[in-house]
T-cell receptor, first 110, second 112 residues
């Protein structure tokens, strides 16, 4: 059974304080690993896709990396508007849908 | 209208009611999904439609009945629900086989 575990469940940072969110996974034949951002009362918003170990993607203050067992979402010098829940998901070989983790609730204090 | 639109945004129903959730995508995608989001739980995949054909049904109770009349529209018909079915129901679309899902804002369902 495919599984995604995210840690920590919640993280509170000061503005400008860099950190990383973790996503560990077990999946039969990884087709892709995905990061989404979800704001309160809204649907998840797609951020990144990673396909193979060693791959990295960047967008503004966010950088996602992938190994064979986990992915990290690095947040550099975050701002209050980066506050959200960050969701990690995997797509297994032959599957149409994604398996999601519970998410990390990130709060950036001014 | 752009993106993925879900209606209604909020729904309160009794256990004996019948209601439907509607989803429409304007992105030209050919796959559509229903996910359930409950507090403290990960998003749960309910149904997947590819080119209007249902390709996944994750052991969802029969009181949830999906319908996909074309690749732009998706419905979730609800009947005799239980209070534990109260949740946020999210619709998403994608190009078939790809994991970059585009979500709607969800329908918040409360079952009394």
């Amino acid at each position: 059974e495919d599984q995604v575990t995210q840690s920590p469940e919640a993280l509170r940072l000061q503005e400008g304080e860099s950190s990383s969110l973790n996503c560990s996974y077990t999946v039969s034949g990884l087709r892709g690993l995905f990061w989404y951002r979800q704001d309160p009362g809204k649907g998840p918003e797609f951020l990144f896709t990673l396909y193979s170990a060693g791959e990295e993607k960047e967008k503004e203050r966010l950088k996602a990396t992938l190994t064979k067992k986990e992915s990290f979402l690095h947040i550099t010098a975050p701002k209050p508007e980066d506050s959200a829940t960050y969701l990690c998901a995997v797509q297994a070989g032959g599957a149409d849908g994604l398996t999601f983790g519970k998410g990390t609730h990130l709060i950036i204090q001014p | 209208e752009t993106g993925v639109t879900q209606t209604p945004r909020h729904l309160v129903m009794g256990m004996t009611n019948k209601k439907s959730l509607k989803c429409e995508q304007h992105l030209g995608h050919n796959a559509m999904y229903w996910y359930k989001q409950s507090a403290k739980k990960p998003l749960e995949l309910m149904f997947v439609y590819n080119f209007k054909e249902q390709t996944e049904n994750n052991s969802v109770p029969s009181r949830f009945s999906p319908e996909c009349p074309n690749s732009s529209h998706l419905f979730l018909h609800l009947h005799t629900l239980q209070p534990e079915d109260s949740a946020l129901y999210l619709c998403a679309s994608s190009q078939s086989g790809l994991g970059e899902l585009f979500f709607g804002e969800g329908s918040r369902l409360t079952v009394l």
